[in-house]
């Protein structure tokens, strides 16, 4: 789905966006009042460039219009593998980025990711995962690490791997198994402007991605993990 044609049907009454297609940002228009617009686009790889844009953008968000619900676009293709990004401190970066829908999330607005497109490591990790809920359409594609990646770094033979990620949706990429650990809320069909008007009625106030993968089963320790170090 392209981005004007995702825009259309999230947002009927209409919506306004300043920037391009790789980075936007604007508003959109909702029954229930306006939804600040945080966008990647074209698969753009996450730079210290990007990251700036992204931060600067929220962070506009939350001195201007206080409370105001923010949905982010996302269509990535992973960090940028640049070795100036990486001398820089490209990790620093993105965790600022996360520190700020943190902070967004702590005065009360409500921070939406939907996945459009592409969603890769650490671009993924930077600008959609660590929203306040993830969501994502079915024809989008998630990924903290592809296979032969994750057996390059093992060392475990890749056909092992493809065979494990039958059954272990930790291993797995697509939005089916990130739907399974938790990692997303739920898939996006039908009537959009409905999906996101349900997902802005619900309470962010309590992370339940560990509870989640459990009742789907496709992360059914992580829950049990989290509450013994919680009561130790």
Not at 24 to 41: D, K, L, S
Not at 85 to 108: K, M, T
Not at 175 to 198: H, K, P, Y
């Amino acid at each position: 789905m392209t981005l004007t044609e995702l825009l259309a049907r999230l947002f009927p009454d209409g919506h306004q966006l300043a920037g391009d297609n790789r980075l936007f940002h604007g508003e959109g228009r909702t029954p229930t009042g306006p939804v600040a617009v945080i966008g990647t686009g074209e698969s753009t790889t996450i730079g210290i460039a990007e990251i700036v844009y992204l931060g600067r953008s929220l962070l506009r968000v939350l001195r201007e219009t206080p409370g105001r619900p923010v949905l982010l676009l996302v269509d990535n293709s992973g960090q940028k593998m640049a070795m100036a990004d990486e001398l820089l401190g490209l990790n620093q970066y993105i965790a600022h980025l996360v520190q700020i829908q943190d902070l967004a999330r702590r005065r009360g607005h409500q921070v939406l990711a939907l996945v459009y497109g592409n969603s890769i490591a650490g671009g993924f990790i930077a600008f959609g995962l660590c929203a306040g809920q993830t969501y994502a359409l079915p024809e989008s594609n998630t990924s903290v690490m592809n296979l032969p990646a994750i057996a390059r770094i093992t060392k475990l033979p890749l056909e092992y791997l493809e065979e494990v990620s039958r059954t272990v949706s930790v291993f797995a990429p697509g939005v089916e198994n990130f739907l399974r650990t938790g990692g997303i809320e739920d898939i996006w069909s039908g009537d959009l402007s409905q999906c996101l008007a349900r997902a802005l009625g619900r309470d962010q106030a309590e992370d339940r991605r560990a509870e989640l993968g459990l009742e789907r089963g496709g992360r059914p320790l992580a829950s049990q993990v989290i509450n013994r170090i919680r009561h130790a």
